[in-house]
């Protein structure tokens, strides 16, 4: 439809022109002005959607940019992330701490790894579990939802996730299953429910079943890069005989050197333990923002082909345009005109015209902007750094797109170009 519509328009418009005022005025002069006219407001819409998909684009680049750097309170390198699955390798309850102490005894002595821990859920985006909690002392406000993300992990979690513990102490050999039940909880439950205070050796639990708080987190980003924080306790997965689906690895070197060697202890110690997954830690946070990702390079993509489309309407217009001004052109060059002031006077209409167009998508933009706030992290949606390259990046192709026929505008012939016609 699009072939037939902008295909025969300008065959109607030829059928307009009256033979005898053509004769008259030349081949050039015949419907020159109504032709490069809807040329040009062809030109124009083009710069102005491409301005619209570009900057888009760029937006949704600096948000998976910003996501990609962000600081989620762990330390994602160097980190190998194995899931297991005790409960369906047909493993009891009583049989986890001896399986869980051997199996972190056995893969940090393999060579290359620094620590090992073992955990519920694994750190990016395994899932956590949800409690609701009373805290001795604290009082809930009107409606207030008073729970907690949790997980259990053993003492040497924290190190090999790279989790700094800011205040008490970590979990040690005394947290066992007949020891008092104790807590390290991150930032966000120290600063919402106890304030200024420091929570060391204060409680929380449910009901009579009360745990101790012996230390306290930095906050991390473990439910993924765009979910707020929230409060979350973490306790030893000893005292809880639980079914532990996460074993982490810290390595010196590539996490992925050392793979195939825990597969073999784990086949060594437990062959009927279930091995679902092995990636790192740095692929898992990169699976959260799979979404984002996606859409950059769709926008990208759609983006590269608006502007290719906008360089090949500039190209073709000002090269028409250069055409049917030879005479024109010949006429400048013979009473004088220097080849860099004909280029400039074929470069200066393709300036104009990229220049309404930006005009004219800027409102687009600013309209369009409210549409994709949802989609956005760390970036304004109306970013002026981001519109103001993109308008760069345009008017730049539009000096190359403009460049060619300029530059072969320059080199015409005077006397050539006078008896053109």
């Known amino acids: 439809m699009t072939g037939i519509l902008f295909g025969v ?10 033979p005898g ?10 419907g020159r002005g109504r032709l490069l006219t809807l040329g040009r407001t062809l030109v124009v819409v083009q710069v102005a959607l491409s301005l ?11 948000t998976l940019w910003n996501l990609l750097q962000m600081d989620l309170g762990f330390n994602r390198e160097h980190v190998l992330t194995v899931r297991i699955d005790p409960r369906s390798g047909g493993f009891t309850t009583a049989q986890l701490p001896s399986l869980y102490a051997q199996l ?3 893969v940090r002595g393999l060579p290359g790894v620094q620590s090992a821990g073992i955990a519920l859920s694994s750190i990016a985006g395994g899932g956590t579990i949800s409690s609701g909690i009373n805290v001795p002392g604290y009082t809930p406000g009107p409606r207030e939802n008073m729970s907690i993300d949790e997980n259990y992990v053993d003492p040497a979690y924290f190190e090999t996730v790279g ?3 800011l205040d008490g102490r970590d979990f040690d050999g005394r947290d066992t299953e007949r020891a008092p039940r104790v807590a390290v909880i991150n930032e966000t439950m120290a600063r919402h429910y106890f304030g200024a205070r420091s929570p060391i050796g204060r409680h929380y639990g449910y ?13 991390a980003k473990v439910r993924g890069p765009r979910l707020p924080l929230r409060p979350m306790a973490y306790r030893p997965i000893r005292q809880e005989m639980a079914y532990a689906r996460s074993l982490e690895v810290r390595t010196q070197g590539d996490p992925r050197t050392v793979a195939s060697e825990i597969r073999k202890v784990i086949a060594g110690l437990a062959p009927d333990l279930p091995i679902q997954d092995v990636s790192t830690l740095a692929e898992r946070v990169n699976r959260l923002l799979a979404q984002e990702r996606l859409i950059a390079e769709l926008t990208g993509l759609f983006a590269f082909l608006a502007l290719l489309l906008a360089c090949i309407g500039i190209y073709g217009l000002i090269s028409y345009a250069v055409v049917r001004r030879i005479p024109e052109i010949g006429i400048r060059m013979a009473l004088g005109a220097r080849r860099a002031s004909v280029v400039w006077l074929v470069l200066r209409e393709a300036l104009i015209l990229v220049l309404i167009g930006l005009a004219a998508g800027i409102p687009l933009v600013f309209g369009a902007a409210r549409l994709v706030t949802s989609l956005l992290f760390g970036v304004s949606p109306a970013d002026p750094a981001t519109l103001a390259a993109t308008a760069v990046l345009m008017l730049s192709i539009a000096v190359v797109a403009a460049y060619l026929p300029a530059r072969r505008a320059s ?4 006397m050539g170009a006078l008896r053109y016609e």
């Open 411 to 414: 080199r015409v012939d005077p």
């Open 207 to 219: 009901g009579s079943m009360q745990f101790e708080i012996v230390g306290v987190v930095r906050d």
């Open 163 to 165: 989790m700094r513990l």
């Open 9 to 18: 328009a300008p065959a109607i418009r030829t059928t307009r022109i009256e």
């Open 52 to 62: 619209l998909l570009v900057s888009g684009a760029g937006l949704l680049a600096r």
């Open 21 to 30: 005022a053509a004769m008259k005025s030349g081949a050039f002069a015949a």
């Open 104 to 106: 972190v005894e056995r």
